[in-house]
Every structure is written in C-alpha cells, then in structure tokens.
C-alpha cells in the first residue's frame, strides 16, 4: 500500500491535536474531533487554539501534511485502482445505490446500465458515477460496504 492510500486513523490525527478537550470545536473531546475529521463533518480550522497557540504550530503542520490526500481525492474518499481489480462484481452487487437503481443486480441478474455507481467492463470494475454514493451529502452516511466486500483491496475508502 502507498503512502498515499494509507489509511489515518483518529488517533493519529488526535496526537496531533491540542488534546486539551476544551470543547470550542463543539465536540466534547478532541478524539471526537478528530474521528469526525476524518468522517469531513470538520474541518482543521474547527478547532481555533490549534491555529491560536504558537506552540501548536509544529503539530498543525503536520496535519495539513497527512490529510492532504483526502483534499485531494473526490468528497466520497473512495479510490478504486484498476490494476488490482479482478473484475468480481462484489462491489456492483453489494453496493446499495446500485441495488435501489436496480434491484435486479441484488439477485445476481447482469445488468448494464449506465445511471449506477459502480459497473463491470471488460473484466475491470468502473466508477461511473460517484455523486450518488451515499457519503456525498445529503446523506453522508459512512458507508463502506464496497471496500469490505472488495477483497482484492482494489476500492479503498480514507
Ligand atoms: S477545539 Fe481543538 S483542542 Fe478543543 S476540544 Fe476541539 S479539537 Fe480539542
Ligand atoms: S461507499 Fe457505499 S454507497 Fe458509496 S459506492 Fe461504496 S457501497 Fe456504494
Ligand atoms: S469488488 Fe473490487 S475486485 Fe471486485 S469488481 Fe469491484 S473493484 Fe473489482
């Protein structure tokens, strides 16, 4: 896995916060703000005595350095790379914008259509349409049942 894709983890993101649990982000810990960091419910200027106190600037660095990857990719935070597919279908099937577009791909039936999220083509999986994923508002919902259901680690999720 590349640096890149690597995953952050909240902790991660929390060692570098104040950890000072000071409630003027709105959440009640810093780990809560961190953890909904990631989910991109905040934002790193959420948290004011990161930017205030000199003696956070180090640290605050730090942080725009690792999640700059995530600015960088679709909202979604979804990355499927092609050359690790194998072309099973899982996440055509599995998805469920996929399954409510059209029902007949949750008993297995084929389908090509090209309003999905997520279609099979010439043995590689293709991102059509990310905007309608489930982690896009409105719902931003933290779905993640492509990559768990992808076992060749070709869809990974930040
Ligand atoms: S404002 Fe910053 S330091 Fe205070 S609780 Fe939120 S994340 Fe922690
Ligand atoms: S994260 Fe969920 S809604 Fe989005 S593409 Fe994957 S399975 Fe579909
Ligand atoms: S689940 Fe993964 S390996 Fe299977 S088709 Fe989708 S992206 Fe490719």
Redesign the pocket.
Known sequence: MSEKSKKLSPLEVYNL??????????????I???TNLLLGKNKLE?????FRDPKYAANLEKLKTLLKPMEEMAETGIKLDPDKCTGCGNCVVVCPVNVSIEPKIAKGIGVKRFDLIFLVENGKAKILDLEKCRRFPPERINCRVCEEYCYSGAIEIF
């Open positions: 916060l104040p950890k000072t649990n000071c409630k003027e982000c709105g959440y009640p810990s810093c809560a703000f961190a959420d948290c004011p005595p990161l």
